[in-house]
């Protein structure tokens, strides 16, 4: 079945600079592939998503990137601020369980000002 | 528009006990989903539901029972909590099944069982 590994776990920049975050997945048949973000003491909030057959996509200062052949995606922030501090989830659509997504283990960003 | 609610907010529950967690919402979603939360393990789907009088099998379903009775309720049942059953439990739903539609999740509940 379909496994997401997600790193870092955790990560801490300086406001305004940028923050990566990676992701792997591990089924070929994999097409849909979006990223969460979750505050504090709150519910995860769909942020950015991208399907498999574009490369990028950008969306004001978060961009995702995928790489099908890699089997690997990525959640680029510019201009990093205090707000985007939260732990963001990305999620892999698996063809098991009803075809519904896979999440991996969360990356906890840290936005110092 | 209230979205998702769910409660209780927050519990502790004694190992054996029997516990019903609510989730209701006000979308009219056709396809509602438990997830559990755990540390380092991210979120784990438990149960889904495509439409009302369907459920399906998660990737962690051992210990949980769900229905879905009407499209704007899906109850999750613990019927003998054990303590790995501590997490905390989100319910969402998406417009569509399939998994490529936005999922909107509630705020989640926290369950301690001791």
């Known amino acids: 079945g379909e496994n997401v590994e997600q790193h870092p776990s955790t990560l801490s920049v300086q406001e305004g600079d940028s923050a990566v975050i990676k992701c792997t997945y591990s089924?070929?048949?994999?097409?849909?592939f979006p990223w969460y973000k979750q505050e504090l003491g709150k519910g995860p909030q769909l942020i950015i998503d991208i399907r498999s057959n574009v490369g990028e996509k950008k969306d004001q200062r978060i961009a995702v990137t995928l790489n099908k052949t890699a089997k690997h995606f990525s959640l680029h922030i510019t201009e990093t601020q205090p707000e985007d501090s939260a732990v963001y989830f990305c999620a892999a659509r698996s063809m098991e369980y009803g075809n519904k997504l896979v999440f991996g283990a969360g990356t906890i960003l840290r936005v110092k000002s | 528009i209230a979205g998702i609610t769910q409660a209780p907010t927050s519990q502790i529950l004694a190992a054996g006990r029997r516990m019903t967690l609510r989730c209701t919402q006000d979308?009219?979603?056709?396809?509602m989903y438990w997830y559990r939360q755990d540390l380092g393990l991210g979120l784990r789907l438990i149960h889904y539901s495509n439409t009302a009088g369907t459920t399906g099998k998660g990737e962690v379903p051992d210990g949980y029972s769900v229905s879905r009775a009407n499209t704007d309720d899906f109850p999750l049942t613990l019927a003998s909590a054990v303590p790995s059953q501590t997490s905390v439990y989100f319910c969402a739903s998406s417009v569509g099944s399939g998994g490529i539609y936005e999922q909107y999740f509630g705020p989640g509940t926290r369950l301690t069982v001791t």
């Open positions: 979308m009219r979603h056709n396809a």
């Open positions: 089924d070929s048949a994999s097409n849909y």
